[in-house]
Nanobody
Framework: QVHIVESGGGLVQPGGSLRLSCAAS????????MAWYCQRPGKPNEFVAG???????DYANSVKGRFTISRDNAKNTVYLQMNNLKLEDTAVYYC?????????????????WGQGTRVTVSS
């Protein structure tokens, strides 16, 4: 299985920056796509940004030009640099990791989620 630990959330003023981190651990054979989603109060989970194992990225239109996703494959970690934060970025941010893990002599690919880290943008 994959264990995910997120960090980096907090309270920031509009226009400020935060950097979220998400580290995956476990009997990981390889990590494929890593992504960030967010859930605003009363809203469903929304895609924010994703990155493939080869470094290809995609973003929600609302964060293009402000957020940057990156990954360190050696550390099984994905980051989300959030700049020029807006009030509407307030949400709980969740890390999603698609990884192949080893279980005994078998391997299987799982989609795993972190526990979430809260970002609050407020003046």
């Amino acid at each position: 299985q994959v264990h995910i630990v997120e960090s980096g959330g907090g309270l920031v003023q509009p226009g400020g920056s935060l950097r979220l981190s998400c580290a995956a651990s476990g009997t990981i054979v390889s990590i494929h796509r890593m992504a960030w989603y967010c859930q605003r109060p009363g809203k469903p989970n929304e895609f924010v940004a994703g990155i493939t194992s080869g470094g290809g990225t995609d973003y929600a239109n609302s964060v293009k030009g402000r957020f940057t996703i990156s990954r360190d494959n050696a550390k099984n970690t994905v980051y989300l640099q959030m700049n020029n934060l807006k009030l509407e970025d307030t949400a709980v941010y969740y890390c999603n990791v698609e990884a192949t893990v080893r279980s005994g002599t078998n391997q299987a690919t799982y989609d795993s989620w972190g526990q979430g880290t809260r970002v609050t943008v407020s003046s």
